[in-house]
């Protein structure tokens, strides 16, 4: 790939250039210069169909969250980024729950997500899975999740983000064993 640097010729350049290639500008301003793509005889197979109408929800999505939550503002602040792709990415990625651990009653949950998880919901159910007790954790020192539990059964925990999305992952705690990891 050629470099150019201080081009009278390319700087400020956008749109078609010939029959066969375009210019475009980049939000750091750099000058891309490609090959315009060919889609004449595309055919979508159905996985991509399927794509192509999640995407469509989260650009709705990312549309008015964009304008609405200064949370994508502010964390697309200083990058190459917008707060579209920000709330495009929180979208399309649902949190992840890295780690459970059960002590004395105390359940603390390990969730992130790209940006924020808003509330992580926990359930002990007994042996016929009937739920014994349902709550939210409590947000501590902005990393760990903490519930306190009254009964012992079968742990199920949700973690929800700001778009929306969620992960569930059910945990029992044994005598022996206290803590769920996901493996990486």
Known sequence: ?????????????????????????????????????????RQFSEGQLEHQHRMQHAAGYAKVASRENPVYAKLAKGTAKNAYNIALADWLKPPIIHSIDWQDGCIR????????????????????GRPLEQGQAELVFGVWWDYHAANNGL??????????????????????????????
């Open 109 to 128: 949950v390990d969730a992130t997500d790209n940006v924020q998880v808003t509330k992580v919901i926990v359930t002990v159910l007994d042996q016929e």
């Open 1 to 41: 790939m050629a470099r150019a640097t201080m081009n009278p010729i390319i700087s400020g350049l956008s749109g078609s250039i010939g029959k066969d290639h375009y210019a475009r500008r980049t939000r750091n301003g750099k000058t891309i210069i490609s090959l315009k793509p060919d889609f004449s005889n």
């Open 155 to 184: 742990i199920r925990i949700e973690a929800w983000d700001l778009a929306g999305n969620s992960t569930q992952q059910e945990f029992y705690p044994s005598r022996f064993n206290s803590v769920w990891e996901r493996t990486r």
